[in-house]
């Protein structure tokens, strides 16, 4: 059963830079799943961030304008988040996930499996 | 971007009540929607993926169907715990997008 774990600073200001990392335990990050950052301002509902193969390939969300970067520490089983120039918008409670890749057939199925427990990130000075 | 638009926002239940959520993409996405459910304060949990399989140690009242652009999450006799909000979200392609959540409050 994999567990992952969200660790990073829970307030940031204004302008700055939002940095968190996820540890994965219970498995490999060097396996067939990506690894994923969702997030979810308060009383909202789920945004996407991104994700990153244990390559290094990734893919982000073109809504946050290139102001991510995700990356992999294979060494340290762990992957993490930078989010630059960030604003009130960005308060969120921010969740790494498993994207585990099943195969049905002829069908390659995606899906969140393993979440965090999340992390609430507020942005203010 | 594909959209993924569900059907109610929210809506009122018993305890025992057949239940149905919709979840409509805005082009065809196949089978590759996933569903979830949230409690408050915790992270999403799967129920079903690629569009109508269970997940391990889901309860079978939870069921899915559809393909392409229409889907439908039911549960067959709410029950206490299944109070909760609920997601669909699209695996067909990047950026992945999540419909805007549906919350079953008890009636």
Same mark, same amino acid.
């Given at each position: 059963q994999v567990q992952l774990q969200e660790s990073g600073p829970g307030l940031v200001k204004p302008s700055g830079t939002l940095s968190l990392t996820c540890a994965v335990s219970g498995? #490999?990050? #060097?396996?067939t799943n990506w690894w994923s950052w969702v997030r979810q301002p308060p009383g909202k509902g789920l945004e996407w961030i991104g994700e990153i193969f244990h390559t290094g390939s990734t893919n982000d969300n073109p809504s946050l304008k290139s102001r991510v970067t995700i990356s992999v520490d294979k060494s340290k089983n762990q992957f993490s988040l930078r989010l630059t120039s960030?604003? @009130? @918008?960005?308060t969120a409670v921010y969740y790494c996930a498993t994207l585990v890749r099943d195969t049905f057939g002829v069908i390659i199925s995606y899906y969140f499996k393993y979440w965090g427990q999340g992390s609430l990130v507020t942005v203010s000075s | 971007d594909i959209q993924m638009t569900q059907s109610p926002s929210s809506l009122s239940a018993s305890v025992g009540d057949r239940v149905s959520i919709t979840c409509r993409a %805005?082009? &065809?996405? %196949? %089978?590759y929607l996933n569903w979830y459910q949230q409690k408050p304060g915790t992270a999403p949990r799967l129920l079903i993926?690629?569009? %109508?399989s269970l997940q391990s140690g889901?309860? &079978?009242r939870f069921s899915g169907s559809g393909s392409g652009t229409d889907f439908t999450l039911t549960i067959s006799s709410l029950q206490p715990e299944d109070f909760a909000t609920y997601y669909c979200q699209q695996s067909? *392609? *990047?950026?992945r997008t999540f419909g805007q959540g549906t919350k079953v409050e008890i009636k």
């Open positions: 498995g #490999s990050i #060097s396996n960030v604003t @009130a @918008a960005d | %805005s082009q &065809s996405i %196949s %089978s993926f690629a569009a %109508s889901v309860p &079978s067909y *392609t *990047t950026p």
